[in-house]
C-alpha cells in the first residue's frame, strides 16, 4: 500500500522569499501525484498534478513541483511567497490513475511572514 | 472538471442520531470517494462507491457506521450513523475529473454534541 509523508508539519517563510515543501512517497507501483491547498475554512482545490512525462510539473499561482523517482519525492517549491499563499498544502498519492482514491499526506501549514 | 455540489456545509447534531450526506455532480463519474478530516488532520479515505455495486471500505470503517448509497452515476450518499462526538469531522465528496485530476466537493462540518 501507498504511503506518503510531508516531513515538515509548519514552514514559516517571509514574504517575497522562496519555499519548497517536501513530500515523500512510498509505493510498488507506479503512481500519480498530487499538491492540494486549503485555504482556511475552505475546500481542497487541485495546486497540480503528476500522471507522466514531464516530470517537472507547473501548476496554479506560480506553484511547481519535480517528480524525482529514484528519491521517491514530489517537493512543491514557489520562487516568491506572497501574504496569500498562507494555507494548508496537502501532498496525495494514487496507485490506480483514476480507480481508487489518494492517500495523503498529513500535511504542511504554509505560514507566510511580512 | 467536474462540479461538486455537496449538502449539507454543516450540521450540529445531538449523539446517537443520524446524518446523511448527499453530493451530486454534474456530469457522470464511475466512481465517487468518500474522505473524514478530522480536526486539524488530513484526508482519510472511508470509502469508494461504485454505481450499482456494494461500496468498498477503507481499513477503519464499516458499512454499518458509514452507510453509501450510489444509485445513479451523478449522486451519492454518505450516512454518519449513531453519532458520537469523534464523529466530529469535515466530511468530503470527490470525483475523477478531467485529465486525471481529482475534484472535491466544499464539505461538510460536522459538529455531534
Known amino acids: 500500500a501507498q504511503s506518503v509523508t510531508q516531513l515538515d508539519s509548519q514552514v514559516p517563510v517571509f514574504e517575497e522569499a522562496p519555499v519548497e515543501l517536501r513530500c515523500n512517497y512510498s509505493?510498488?507501483?507506479?503512481?500519480?501525484l498530487f499538491w492540494y491547498v486549503q485555504y482556511p475554512n475552505q475546500g481542497l482545490q487541485l495546486l497540480l498534478k503528476?500522471?507522466?512525462?514531464?516530470?517537472l510539473v507547473k501548476g496554479i499561482n506560480g506553484f511547481e513541483a519535480e517528480f524525482n523517482k529514484s528519491q521517491t519525492s514530489f517537493h512543491l517549491r514557489k520562487p516568491s511567497v506572497h501574504i496569500s499563499d498562507t494555507a494548508e498544502y496537502f501532498c496525495a498519492v494514487s496507485e490506480g490513475g483514476g480507480a481508487d482514491g489518494l492517500t495523503f499526506g498529513k500535511g504542511t501549514h504554509l505560514i507566510i511572514q511580512p | 472538471s467536474a462540479v461538486i455540489s455537496q449538502k449539507p456545509s454543516r450540521d450540529i447534531c445531538q449523539r446517537g442520531t443520524s446524518l446523511t450526506i448527499q453530493c451530486q455532480v454534474d456530469s457522470q463519474v464511475t466512481m465517487m470517494f468518500w474522505y473524514r478530516q478530522q480536526p486539524g488532520q488530513s484526508l482519510t479515505l472511508i470509502a469508494t462507491?461504485?454505481?450499482?455495486?456494494?461500496?468498498?471500505?477503507e481499513s477503519g470503517f464499516v458499512i454499518d457506521k458509514f452507510p453509501i448509497s450510489r444509485p445513479n452515476l451523478t449522486f451519492s450518499t454518505l450516512t454518519v450513523s449513531n453519532m458520537s462526538p469523534e464523529d466530529s469531522s469535515i466530511y468530503l465528496c470527490?470525483?475523477?475529473?478531467?485529465?486525471?485530476?481529482?475534484?472535491f466537493g466544499s464539505g461538510t462540518r460536522l459538529t455531534v454534541v
Open positions: 470527490s470525483v475523477v475529473g478531467g485529465a486525471g485530476g481529482y475534484t
Open positions: 503528476y500522471l507522466s512525462g514531464s516530470t
Open positions: 462507491a461504485n454505481q450499482g455495486s456494494e461500496a468498498t471500505y
Open positions: 509505493s510498488s507501483v507506479s503512481v500519480y
